[in-house]
């Protein structure tokens, strides 16, 4: 029997049935899975914080999963998303219990490059994760195998302890190594939402190849060399800064196309953008409109050769410039011009 304090709900009680030979320690927590008895057979998992660090993590996760609930409320809470049912934030041994689904997919390492199908179900189920922390402009700074679950139907993301608000600062280096974006091991700027794009991506990477995750410089041209669909599916995802790469919501588009063609998942139903999904859109498009526009600017001009000499004739470069130049000057002289004529012509 487990007594929590709720939100502003007094006491709540569960009875859990715990696995004992499931308890593990991580991070400064020791954790038990268990079945709640009078909740439908639901998997859940304590946490319970013995380090003055994970205590630290455990009210912050504490604290998003009130957000979370807030936002979400209820019975829209989405099964892609872990979440916290009870807490005691105080005493001797804080914890908090929160639901999940299957086994962290880095109990999978044994089996990896996964077989195609299971793939494709775990990478969609991913993309759905993402496209939930878009919707809720929440950035987890944290997105690992150990904190993806997978029960062969739905991906659960679990562990809120580092996520903020998209724009909020990053004050500091967050996530883990080798899955954590360049941006968030520099610890500058504002968390942005393509932070969790990177982790997701090397996590994919990892599970259809079994290789391990390196430095972003690597990781692009390593998935050069990938089949078709993966590659295409991770094409600008691994860039070193979070404001040139690809968003959630692009990948989604991306494989949505690949399904619709046949990609083993079958044609993906039709359903309306929602209005976060459309702004996203915007701001990739506008994104791509100034990458095009700097690189013309930034591309360098090609001379024109001399056909006697054989020589570049730069003078055949700078023309253009020098017409558009005279006539930028002829229209300021012709409208000065008018407006002297125009002040004669009313002092007359």
């Given amino acids: 029997m487990i007594t929590c304090g709720g939100r502003e709900a007094g006491k709540s009680i569960f009875e859990i049935d715990f696995d004992h030979q499931s308890e593990n320690a991580r991070d400064g927590f020791r954790e038990r899975r268990g079945l709640l008895v009078h909740g439908g057979g639901e998997q859940v ?3 319970i914080a013995h380090t003055d660090a994970a205590r630290r993590e455990l009210e912050r996760t504490i604290r998003t999963a009130d957000v979370l609930v807030r936002r979400l409320g209820v019975t829209r809470y989405p099964p892609e998303l872990s979440r916290v049912i ?4 105080d005493g001797r041994a ?7 689904h299957g086994g962290p997919l880095s109990a999978s390492a044994d089996r990896l490059p996964l077989p195609p199908g299971e793939l494709w179900a775990v990478t969609d189920g991913v993309l759905a994760v993402l496209r939930h922390l878009g919707d809720l402009r929440l950035v987890h700074r944290d997105i690992r195998p150990e904190h993806l679950w997978w029960d062969g139907s739905t991906v659960q993301l679990a562990d809120f302890g580092l996520a903020v608000d998209e724009g909020e600062p990053r004050g500091g280096p967050a996530g883990t190594d080798p899955w954590r974006s360049p941006e968030q091991a520099a610890g500058q700027g504002r968390a942005d939402c393509r932070d969790d794009v990177y982790a997701a991506g090397a996590v994919l990477f990892r599970l259809a190849t079994g290789e391990e995750a390196t ?3 690597e990781m692009r041209d390593r998935v050069r060399w990938l089949d078709t669909s993966l590659r295409t599916l991770l094409d600008g995802v691994f860039t070193d ?3 040139h790469r690809v968003t959630g919501y692009t990948l989604q588009l991306r ?3 690949q399904a619709g063609r046949g990609g083993g998942q079958g044609p993906v139903p039709h359903r309306a953008p929602r209005v976060a999904e459309l702004e996203q859109q915007a701001r990739q498009h506008f994104r791509d409109l100034r990458a095009r526009q700097r690189t013309f600017n930034e591309r360098p001009a090609r001379p024109q050769y001399d056909p006697v000499t054989g020589y570049p004739d730069w003078r055949a470069v700078t023309a ?6 005279a006539a930028v000057v002829s229209v ?17």
């Fill in 86 to 89: 009870g807490y005691r934030p």
């Fill in 241 to 243: 800064e979070a404001r």
């Fill in 45 to 47: 998992v304590q946490r």
């Fill in 215 to 217: 430095s972003a410089a």
């Fill in 255 to 257: 494989r949505d196309t």
């Fill in 94 to 100: 804080p914890f908090l219990v929160a639901t999940r």
């Fill in 320 to 325: 253009p410039a020098r017409r558009r130049q």
């Fill in 332 to 348: 300021v002289l012709a409208v000065a011009l008018l407006g002297v004529l125009v002040v004669v012509l009313a002092l007359a």
